[in-house]
């Protein structure tokens, strides 16, 4: 039986899997009209993917800015992603700043969740920087990215279990696959997750046009968030947010 985690008014891992949106401004400005265009449009959740944001390196700009975010969003909850290049991302980061950024974003109180990349470095270290963000009454994340394979259902169940040992609230695992054998494991293990390790709500994808029924089919097998694009998407398949919203509620379970 899968746990449900409460994150301001959304309830992650009850029911349709919620919709989280990606915005990726890289300046005040664009980032400022993409999340207001976001409360037009229906989504769960906002994810500020920060590795686009040409100010990333300057700390005192980024909680500017975030503090600004947070206004416009309201009461929608928002992701904070700090992607590193070899994850999908777009910026060179050095271990240290990570660390440095995520636990100062954290201090802040203006998000909600922080996403922490497993590969980031040593269990330890992992488990210091969840910790401190949990000291400071924010959700983690813990994240792991392969745009090259799908690796085998007991390796997948393996590394969402190594995450909640960690400390993760919400385990996510995104994945790339080359058959429709490889969907299947990543639903399976999905599946195993809820069913024989369900003390958190996971997040898991296939990415590509191959994996796009990993996006909608979280409520049969037990996602808990899909990711939908606004104006352009942050990751390989990724649908429109709002057509995403339409396919969820038409496939519903009753």
Same mark, same amino acid.
């Given at each position: 039986?899968?746990? @449900? =985690? #409460? @994150?301001?008014? @959304? ?12 915005? =990726?401004?890289?300046?005040? &400005? ?25 100010? @990333?390196?300057?700390?005192?700009? +980024? ?6 975010? !947070? ?11 700090? !992607? *590193? ?5 777009? $910026? ?24 922490? &990349? ?9 488990? &210091? =920087? +969840?910790?401190? +963000?949990? !000291?400071?009454? /924010?959700? +983690?994340?813990?994240?792991?990215h392969d745009f090259e394979n799908t690796p085998e259902k007991n390796t ?6 190594? =995450? ?8 996510? /695992? ?15 293990? *999905? ?23 990993? #996006?909608?089919?979280?409520e049969i097998f037990g996602s808990a968030v899909t990711f939908g694009s ?12 709002? &057509?995403?919203? $339409?396919?969820l509620r038409l496939i519903a379970c009753k």
């Open positions: 039986m899968k746990d @449900v =985690m #409460r @994150v301001r008014n @959304v309830k992650l891992g009850d029911g349709i899997p919620k919709i989280a949106v990606p915005f =990726m401004g890289s300046n005040d &400005e664009d980032i400022v009209e993409e999340i207001t265009y976001l409360k037009t449009i229906n989504l769960d959740l906002a994810e500020w993917r920060i590795d686009y944001y040409e100010d @990333v390196y300057n700390i005192r700009k +980024v909680k500017k800015i975030l503090a600004k975010i !947070r206004k416009v969003l309201g009461d929608i909850p928002l992701i904070f992603t700090l !992607r *590193t290049a070899k994850e999908g991302g777009k $910026k060179k980061i050095t271990v240290e700043y990570y660390k440095k950024l995520i636990e100062s974003i954290a201090a802040t109180g203006d998000v909600d969740i922080v996403d922490i &990349e497993l590969s980031i470095g040593s269990d330890e270290l992992v488990r &210091e =920087m +969840v910790g401190t +963000v949990h !000291r400071h009454g /924010i959700k +983690v994340i813990i994240s792991s997948l169940v393996e590394k969402m279990c190594r =995450m909640q040992y960690l400390g993760a609230d919400l385990p996510k /695992i995104a994945v790339m696959p080359s058959s429709a054998q490889d969907v299947l494991d990543l639903l399976a293990a *999905t599946n195993e997750m809820v069913c024989c390790h369900g003390q958190t709500p996971v997040i898991t994808i296939s990415m590509g046009s191959l994996g796009i029924i990993s #996006r909608i089919a979280g606004a104006k352009s998407a942050s990751a390989p398949g990724q649908l429109e947010a709002g &057509e995403l919203y $339409k396919v």
